[in-house]
């Protein structure tokens, strides 16, 4: 299962084909961004508590069906990584086996400051949330996993495996202004998370491009969640985050 749309259901086709697993994609409905060439369209819901209310009851709904759902996989990357976190973070009663971020964020404040002045991302979050963070702070910590860690502690306790990955390559530092690997994009609440948890927790670096670590090792992020075994593991480091100390130096990239 992932949210985001067309754009980000598209990035998990072959790995579903590829473990015979069925995909379930959400879009928002104002969301436009329905393939390439249309980004001028897209509009996510960057959190929507009632939009997330909604795709948070579609497992069930599929139950109800008929559906049998062995093992729910929340798994997404950039916007849909944050997007699943959230989820989630607020719906932790949804006990998915694993949520697996790959090179996202975790804080919406974080992912606006880094873009630029006049970024077609950032006037679009202005947009949905009525303002920048310095306009409405509430709002902005209100719609990220990084103010709702109570929420992914619960869910890890009924036992979801929480796997975060993210890239630290200069390319990735370079695309994404650091978006994606500094500090306060996944490092700073994996620490936050193993003090809430009151145990260490890990996360993934790898050197890869953004993405690639779906791309082309869908199957080795399956394997970290402990979903299956694969024919080739994800080439990452292993990073802990334990509870009272700050996140390790090489888990995140500076400015």
């Known amino acids: 299962m992932t949210l985001g749309g067309p754009i980000y259901c598209r990035q998990l086709v072959t790995l579903a084909r590829n473990v015979d697993a ?3 994609c959400s879009d928002y409905g104002p969301n436009r961004y329905e393939r390439v060439g249309q980004r001028v369209g897209r509009r996510e819901d960057w959190g929507d508590p009632g939009y997330l209310a909604q795709a948070a009851r579609l497992p069930a709904r599929l139950r109800m069906q008929g559906v049998q759902i062995s093992k729910l996989v929340l798994l997404g990357v950039s916007y ?7 989820l989630v973070a607020l719906h932790p009663e949804l006990r998915p086996a694993a949520l697996i971020v790959v090179d996202s964020y975790l804080d919406l404040t974080a992912r606006y400051d880094a873009l630029p002045a006049g970024h077609e991302t ?7 949330l009525g303002g920048t963070p310095a306009d409405e702070p509430a709002v902005y910590a209100a719609r990220s996993p990084s103010h709702h860690l109570a929420g992914l502690a619960a869910a890890i306790r009924s036992g979801t495996t929480f796997v975060d990955v993210w890239s630290t390559a200069a390319e990735e530092q370079r695309e994404f202004a650091g978006a994606t690997c500094s500090l306060s994009a996944n490092a ?3 620490a936050d998370l193993a003090g809430e948890l009151g145990r260490p927790v890990d996360g993934y670096v790898t050197q890869l491009p953004h993405a690639h670590a779906l791309w082309d ?13 694969a024919p080739r593991a994800l080439d990452a480091r292993r990073v802990t985050f334990r509870p009272g100390q700050p996140p390790p130096a090489d888990s995140y990239c500076r400015p």
Do not use: T
């Not at 090792?217 to 075994?229: C, H, K, N, S, T």
């Open 22 to 24: 069925s995909l379930l």
């Open 80 to 86: 849909s990584g944050f997007a699943n976190a959230e």
């Open 122 to 128: 950032q006037s679009e979050i202005e947009s949905v």
């Open 188 to 190: 700073q609440w994996l």
């Open 217 to 229: 090792r869908g199957q080795g992020l399956l394997a970290l969640a402990g979903i299956r075994p």
